[in-house]
C-alpha cells in the first residue's frame, strides 16, 4: 500500500495529477517571521540549531502544523554541505554566512573535497529521520540543496555579493577550474539529495538563488551541464522523487532551467506564471510566484494578490503555491497565514 | 547648418539611421577603475567633485580622449536631484550613498518638494555646459538623471536595499501616497532633463536601475505611468533630443520599458541583443549589453565576447554597443580599450 503522503496536494501537483485544491507551502516557512522561532534563537545560535536534528525537527513540523501548509520542509542551510568539503563556514549575527577560506583559483578548487557520503553532515539525515517521523503521514517532506552555481557563487565570494564579480571571474578566466569546481560541487549536491531521499524525504528542491546573475548564454555554457547532471543523478537514484528546480533573478533563464531538469520549476514573481510556464513548457509543472513583499501588506490586498496570481493557471495540473523567493523576517505571521488561506480558498 | 556631433555616430544610431560603424560609450567610464580619477578622489570627495562643474567637465572630457568612446556622459550623480527636494544626501567612503531622513510614509511625501527648476542644481547644468565647450564638436554630450522608480526606492530605502522591502510595502500599503511620490520625481526628473538640455546636453539617458526587482504587472501598475510622464514631458519639450531608456534586473520587463517611452532601450546581460530587441519591438534602438564582469576577463576574451554579442545585431540600424551596467572599479583599463577597440573594428 502507498503511504498516505503519495496522495497528498503536494504529491499529487509535483506529479502533474489535477488536485481537489492548489497545495501551498512557503520558502523559509519556519524562519525569523515566527516568534517562537526567534526565542528559540535567542537560546541557540543558527549553525548549533541546524546541527541539532530533534530542534530542527521540531521547527518544521511546529511551523507546518501552525500554518496549515501542504508540506513540511527540511529546517537546514544551502551552506552546510561546504564544511565538510572543506571551507569554514560561520553564520555572524549579521550581512549573511561568510566562509572563511573562499575559492579564488585552481589551486583552491583542487583543496576542495567531492563529498564521499553523509560523514560530517550526518545531522542533516537525522534531521530528515525525525522530521519524517514526527509528521503526520498525509504530509510530504521536502529535503533540499543549493544548486552548484549558488553553491560556488557562495564558495567563491565568500558571502553575500552584489555583481558576484569574482565568480565571474573565476568562470571567465579559468574554465577548466570553474568546471572542476562545478562538477565536484554537482555529484555531492546529488550524494546529499539521494541521502536526504534515503533519510525520509518524498520530494527534493534545488536552489539556484543568486544564477539570475548571469545572462542566457553563460547559464548554457558554463552552469547548464552541471545542473543537469545533479537532476540526472536523482533521475537515476529514485525516478520517484520528483525534483523542484528553482530559481530567481533571470526569467530568460527559464527555457533552460527546464531543460537542465526538474519536473517543477520555481518561479519568482518577475515574470507571470503564465508567461513563466509558457517558457517553461507544457511537460514541466510550476511553482511559485507571489513577491515575498506582498505580505507586508494587508491581508485583503494580499488575498486580491493571490487570487491574481492564481487565475491564469486555474484549473492546470501541476500547480503548487509559494513565494518566489523565502518569507521576509519582518512578515506578520497573520499574513501568512492570510496567503495559505488564500490557496486554500481558491476556486 | 547643422553642427558637428548631428552626424555622430552615436546621434545617428539613436535616431536609428544606418552607420558605418557601430557607436559604442560605457556607463561609469569615468569612475574608479581609472588611476587618474582615483587620485582626484584622494583630494576631492564625491560630493565635493559632483558640485565642482570645472572638474566635472573635466573627468568626462578627458575620459572621452582616453578612451577613444563615441560620446561623453555628463559626470554626476543620480541621487543629487533630491538635495533640493529636500533629502539629505551623503556618500560615506563605503556602502553607497545614504539619505539622512528617508521617505517612509505619506507624511515624509508631503515634505519632499517637487523640483521648481534648477534652483540648487545649478552646478550640474554649469557641469554640462562646460563639458560641452570643451569637447570637440563632433562628440555627443549624454546627459541623465534617475527614473522614478529608481529615486524612489533610494529615498524611501535611505540606501542599497537586497529586497527593497520599504519601498514595495509603501507601494502596497499606500498607493496613494505612492503615486504623489513617483509624481513628484517625475515631474522634477522632466524639468531636471529639460535642463541639461538646455545647457548643451545632445541626448539623455533615464536609469531606471533597480527596477527589475518588480514583476512585469508591479511595472505596469505602479511605475509605468510615472516613467511615461517623463518620456513625454521631454518629446514635448524637445522632439528632436534622444532619450536612452535603461534598466536592469529583470527582462519581462523589456516590452514595458518600450511602452513606456524612449527611443533607444538600454538593456543588461540577462538576455541575448536579439531577444531584447524582439520584446522591445523594431520601433526602437537598443542598447547594451555586456556583462561588465566580462571586462574582469583576458583582452583576447572581451573581444571574442563583444564579437559574440554584436554578431546577431550585425547591419541593424539603432544599436549602441555598451555594457549592461557600470564599469566595476577592479576593472584593468586595457581591459575596457579592447571592448573600444573591439565594437570600432566590427565590420
Known sequence: MLPAWHHSLLMKAARREPTRRIPVW?????????????????????????????????????????????????FSDLLLILEPMGLGLEFPGSGGPRLRNPIRSAFDVDRLRELPGMDGLEFVAEAVRRTRAGLPDHLPLIGFAGAPFTLAAYAVEGGPSRDYRLTKSLMYTDPGAWDALLGRLARSVARYLAAQIDAGAQAVQVFDSWVGCLGADDYRHYVLPHSRAVFQALQAFRMDVPAIHFATGNPALLPLLGEAGGSIIGVDWRSPLEDAWRAVGDSKGLQGNLDPAVLLASPAEIRRRVRQMIEPVRGRAGYIANLGHGVLPQTPVENVLAMVDAVHEFE
Open 26 to 74: 512557503l520558502m523559509r516557512q519556519a524562519g525569523r517571521y515566527l516568534p517562537e522561532y526567534r526565542a528559540l534563537r535567542r537560546q541557540l545560535d543558527f549553525l548549533a540549531l541546524c546541527k541539532d536534528p530533534q530542534r530542527c525537527a521540531e521547527v518544521a513540523i511546529r511551523t507546518v502544523e501552525r500554518l496549515g501548509v501542504d508540506a513540511a520542509i527540511l
